[in-house]
């Protein structure tokens, strides 16, 4: 006799797994945005100064980040998501800050984000192999859509953080428990799968692929060495916005619930940015919109520093991120494509978790000159990033990429 399933069959539609998968990246870079949204509550209960602050935070970004890697070499064949719940369990630990009493070492403070970062380091790689399990929806899609959920969750982070902390103190941290819960039960209930390893993708090792017309969508006009150094100066300009903006805005009197918000909108510009990038590159070519973005949001990012003082300025916070760090998804969907050999897990733990790691560490340089000389003159440096990223996107684009047409003509 057949058995019929009590999950309905809308669970295990391929829009409904590419959702949940977008909602696990969601909650887990949401996990890894709540410390900056409250860290000047933070800094002042286990007192302790901005520098050792930035050290704590780098200490997640390291085991966020550059644990990526080894984590991508696990259960390369599983196709089950064990793991991808194991990390939600371990990224959902930083509830435990709301337990620790005032005079917690550093150090313990440290291992804690270090385990938080590398359960979110779980989550990414498997992720982005999940989404390539589903076959009726096409990579330039799903990709975006899952690392669209990862901006959109590091945008929320600091805003949800500020409104919990603001409101019940440090214990407000224990809410952060339910969606946690939430996702591991829509992962089993949707019965998602991963994609087995590939050793590298298709069109690297047939040398017809790499003559074959490019699809639209499909061109990459950078080796994956250039994609992982636009990706790493990009992305440390978005880190030093993502993980010092609330703190700066404190500096300026205002509050940490308007700190956390602005750093919100940031967020939600790159992820408005991501979606409907994500949409036109299926008709047009990938670089103009990774060039055509930089241009005028490094300008927009300037301007909004000089005005940061008067409130309505968030806006241009919310712009610039639509337009300089809303292409870094695409730098991701280019890369499984790129010029190069490594296998799909490694090709995205790097771009991913590497490229992120690096800013990480350059995170700490960056909090260490700011505990010296001050926030104000040290934000700068996001827009500086985005210029030096530009720079690089310029320098080693492939003249000889495949031609598909421009936005606009």
Known sequence: MKKHSVVPTAFHASGTRVAVLSAAHFTADMLGGLLPGFLPVALKYFRIDLGMGVIILTCMSIGCNLMQIPASLLGRETRTPRLLTVGLVMAGMIVLLAAMPETTPVIVLCLLMAAVGAGIALVHPHGLRGTQHIGRIASSISVPAFMTGGFLGSAVGPWVSALLVGSFGLKGLYWMAL?????????????????????????????????????????????FRSLCLIATLLNTGTLAIQALLPSYLVTLDFTLSFGGFSAMLFGAGSAAGSIAIGFLVRKYRNAPFVLGGLVPGIPVVLLYFLFAGHPASCLLIMLGGLLASS???????????AEGTLPMSARMGIIVGGTWGIAGIALLAIGQIASRIGLAPVMHLSWIFYLLSLIAALLTRNGNARSLPVPGK
């Open 327 to 337: 292409c870094y998804p695409l730098l991701v969907s280019m890369s499984r494509r």
């Open 179 to 223: 969606p946690v819960l939430a996702v591991i039960l829509a992962l089993r209930l949707s019965n998602v799968k991963l994609a087995p390893d590939r050793h590298a993708p298709s069109s690297d090792r047939s040398p017809a692929g790499k003559n074959a017309p490019a699809a639209p969508g499909e061109d990459c006009p950078w080796s």
